[in-house]
């Protein structure tokens, strides 16, 4: 691994198992049994979570025939733009559509950002989420009843309490990602952690192998870091707990494996799709995912 960062990021990024040990004190700080997002959107055992359910399915419910509003959450080494097609195809149908940007600091602060985002839009709310985008959607979608559906492109969809690292072992597969990262500093960031991107030179391979390189390598240079403490930060209660949930798996994908995306997909429940496309799946499948949208518009 060619990594350009200290010795103790070093070592962070050499294995999850001591990512997990040395960033112990940043998940803590995180911990999601106390954070405002994971008991927000709780939901109790038993007849406090039938009734939980029945009141969001009511809610939901007086939301048919309303055109819902779309957020489109980019995930990590990646940004806004990445929607352009996805956007364009909504917007010539009349939809309004917020390309939101992802702050990539972790599931909690990332969730409670997005919730707090959601709050400022009457109607119904369509999530779709790219990648590390899956998880902030699954955890800001808790609790809101205006949210109808969740559409995950090549997504994590996180059960309550896995981190992304755990989430990349389900199934067997295999992740390319941790041995093509660069690591560097931020300001403040505890001993162990930094912003972490893709080597451009790996780039392609990783991310976007059916790209043309043209296009790579623009994308590999307006990379979006991710904290390296985003990979091991437990998520909270999941949406699609109580959501109507759909979900376009990868099956080239080298940096969420095509397995652990299906795992997560009938763990959920969400209606499956699976395509021949690289973890860029929101541009190289642009149609289809805009496709799933409007299925999603029409049946919630």
Do not use: C
Not at 59 to 76: E, F, P
Not at 109 to 131: C, K, M, N, Q, W
Not at 239 to 266: C, H, N, W
């Amino acid at each position: 691994m060619h990594l350009t960062m200290s010795r103790g990021q070093a070592r962070a990024a050499a294995a999850f198992t001591a990512l997990a040990l040395l960033l112990a004190a940043v998940v803590v700080a995180f911990d999601t049994r106390t954070s405002p997002v994971h008991g927000a959107g709780r939901a109790a055992d038993g007849q406090d979570a039938t009734r939980v359910l029945a009141a969001a399915n009511a809610t939901r419910k007086s939301l048919r025939g309303k055109k819902a509003t779309v957020v489109l959450v980019h995930g990590a080494f990646a940004d806004a733009s990445g929607w352009t097609d996805v956007q364009s195809r909504l917007l010539d149908r009349g939809y309004t559509v917020h390309a939101w940007a992802n702050p990539l600091r972790g599931v909690s602060s990332d969730g409670e950002y997005l919730r707090s985002f959601l709050g400022t839009i009457a109607g119904p709310i369509i999530l779709v989420g790219h990648s590390y985008g899956g998880a902030v959607i699954t955890q800001a979608s808790t609790g809101n009843e205006n949210v109808v559906s969740l559409v995950y492109v090549a997504a994590y969809a996180l059960a309550n309490g896995e981190t992304v690292a755990q989430a990349n072992e389900l199934g067997g597969g295999h992740s390319d990602v941790i041995d093509s990262i660069t690591v560097r500093p931020y300001p403040g960031a505890p001993e162990g952690d930094g912003d972490a991107t893709i080597q451009p030179s790996r780039f392609r391979n990783v991310f976007a192998q059916d790209l043309p390189h043209r296009v790579t390598r623009t994308m590999a240079t307006a990379q979006r870091p991710a904290t390296l403490s985003s990979l091991v930060i437990p998520a909270g209660e999941p949406g699609y707990k109580t959501i109507p949930s759909y979900f376009l798996v990868a099956k080239e994908d080298r940096v969420i494996p095509p397995q652990a995306q299906a795992a997560m997909a009938q763990r959920a429940g969400a209606r499956t799709s699976t395509y021949k496309s690289s973890h860029a799946l929101l541009i190289t499948r642009a149609k289809s995912v805009t496709d799933q949208i409007l299925l999603a518009d029409q049946q919630h």
